[in-house]
């Protein structure tokens, strides 16, 4: 839950072995505020995007639902 925005969020982070990869962070953050600048509803609310304590992350709207089979 984030206070400032009084929403739940899903958060996504890379996996370690993939954090290490300077090329691997560069495209996950460029790929993540590209989607944050779309609108459609389809696709999940971006809320933020950045790095913290060398964990690249996208912070977004969490959906509830099921995957399809």
């Given amino acids: 839950h984030d206070p400032s925005i009084d929403r739940v969020l899903a958060i996504k982070v890379l996996k370690n072995e993939f954090r290490q990869n ?3 962070v560069t495209r996950f953050l460029r ?12 696709i999940v609310t971006i809320y933020d995007v950045g790095e913290a304590d060398n964990y690249p ?9 099921t995957a399809p089979s």
């Fill in 57 to 65: 992350y996208i912070a977004m709207e969490l959906l509830d639902g």
């Fill in 31 to 42: 790929e993540a505020k590209a989607a944050g600048a779309l609108s459609h509803p389809n």
């Fill in 22 to 24: 300077p090329e691997i």
